[in-house]
């Protein structure tokens, strides 16, 4: 039996770099950059440099538009409302490239997981992170990451326990949604011009929601973040709205504010203590940014309401932070925030000293925060045959490499 706090002695000891505790690499572009995640205006500057007359440009810039985020156009040749003289001038400069699948693997319950690798390296390692399609039954939620690794450290997060980190471009987000469009084949038929207002019921997408709860901390990767899913909400595009996408952060506190006013996303926040002193632990960036500062700016947030309402993610960590004295105080603390509480069962990776919750523990904690008025669903582990599961996104590569070196008598 663990006795409460068990965990603490392998909790690592507290340290003030715990913020971009790993240096930052950079992002070399291509020779050939890829329109893939340009905004709009970027698109209609591209297109001045083929020389395409400046009277067209913004109208080409709409048609390329169309053809990528609609009909996931996957080269130049496919854009026939284009001349083929601009068809052949961009392909000579640019390209329509996605972010390439280095790996897929397909759970029992299926869900999917691409390791996706992305330009660049270090010592020889390639930069790559996950993204995760979990289908339902009303709809398909796709996770995606916005740095290789993460600059946090969350000790119960395998993430966190990876070395390399690098942001995530804004193509290389939207270009996680367009990768999965690809793969499910959900692009919209050319026969079906316009799903809406064909009088018919609108087509249901298979990727019809987006959470960004992959690899690294969205918030402190902003811009990116911000632009890549301006180009993931666009009614004339990839078209998934702003209610349908939920980012979730650790609590980057001043930047809560700053993606409710660019961004317009719902919130989720990832909780995990009632107490300082605990969440210290659990989330060492509390001690930048404590629990009264963090309430304070989901209390503002912009926009939200009861229909409106921010997610407070918890993880249930055995004998940790799951005693029924937890639970009443999780309710006090969000007293007068329109909220959602999401339980998440613990999802052990190799070499973790946590462990999860029983289901019992799991049932009465859930019964004291419904019986307080919070739905409180309790997140099914999906994908856990494939380590695609909260928390346990990690590179594949790591591992591989390890074992390549072993093989080789390193
Ligand atoms: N960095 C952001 C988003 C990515 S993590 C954040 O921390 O919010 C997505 C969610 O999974 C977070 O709530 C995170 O705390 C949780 N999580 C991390 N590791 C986990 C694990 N091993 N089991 C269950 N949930 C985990
Ligand atoms: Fe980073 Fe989120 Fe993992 Fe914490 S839980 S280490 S913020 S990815």
Redesign the pocket.
Known sequence: MTAPLAATETFPAASPAFVEKRPLATYLAPAQPSLVGLSRDQLVQALGTIEVPERQRRMRAQQIWHWLYVRGAQNFDAMTTLSKDVRSALAQRFTVARPEIAAEQISVDGTRKWLIRLPGEIDGAPHEVECVYIPEADRGTLCISSQVG?TLN?T???TGTQRLVRNLTAGEIAGQVVLARDQLGDWTPTNEQQPAQAGGEKRTRLVSNIV???M???LYNFEAVRDGLAIVADGEGLSISKRRITL???GVVPNIARAGAEIGSML?V?L?AVTDELRDRLVPLNRKYPLRELLDACRNYPGVSNARRITF?Y?MLKGVNDSLADAKALVRLLKGIPAKINL?P??P?PGTSFECSDDATIGAFSDIVFNAGYASPVRTPRGRDILA????LKSETEKLRARALLAAGA
């Open positions: 993460c969350c119960f997060c395998h960004m709860m992959g690294g901390e969205p979730s952060t650790s989720a990832s995990h993610e993880v998440i613990f999802n990776w599961a909260c928390g346990q």
